[in-house]
Nanobody
Framework: VQLVESGGGLVQAGGSLRLSCAAS????????MGWFRQAPGKEREFVAA????????EYSNSVQGRFTISRDNAKNTVYLQMNSLKPEDTAVYYC?????????????????WGQGTQVTVSS
């Protein structure tokens, strides 16, 4: 699976952004998807995940209630709607795909990764 993220940028605190991840290759509709982020000097961390059908989602505590992950299997695309952004959300955001049959938050269980898109939230 090849993954390409888009939609990053610079936004003020309290604003919103929507990230997109376009997939090609392996059957997208059978692939679990997730978003991770990595801030300078920090480990890459889990943000959100969604199962193959879109019926099950999982979020980190830090974004619960502010971010929403969704997918459109007809368009081979997964989204991350980010609202009420905070300066601490500043990071490179990565889209990832997994063959795991359950929703997973563990980085090592994802086999496919995009190149990342920068999100910067100014205070």
């Amino acid at each position: 699976v090849q993954l390409v993220e888009s939609g990053g940028g610079l936004v003020q605190a309290g604003g919103s952004l929507r990230l997109s991840c376009a997939a090609s290759g392996r059957t997208f509709s059978s692939t679990g998807m997730g978003w991770f982020r990595q801030a300078p000097g920090k480990e890459r961390e889990f943000v959100a995940a969604i199962n193959w059908s879109g019926g099950i989602t999982e979020y980190s505590n830090s974004v619960q209630g502010r971010f929403t992950i969704s997918r459109d299997n007809a368009k081979n695309t997964v989204y991350l709607q980010m609202n009420s952004l905070k300066p601490e959300d500043t990071a490179v955001y990565y889209c990832a795909g997994t063959t795991a049959v359950v929703v997973t938050t563990t980085r090592r269980t994802y086999q496919y990764w995009g190149q990342g898109t920068q999100v910067t939230v100014s205070s």
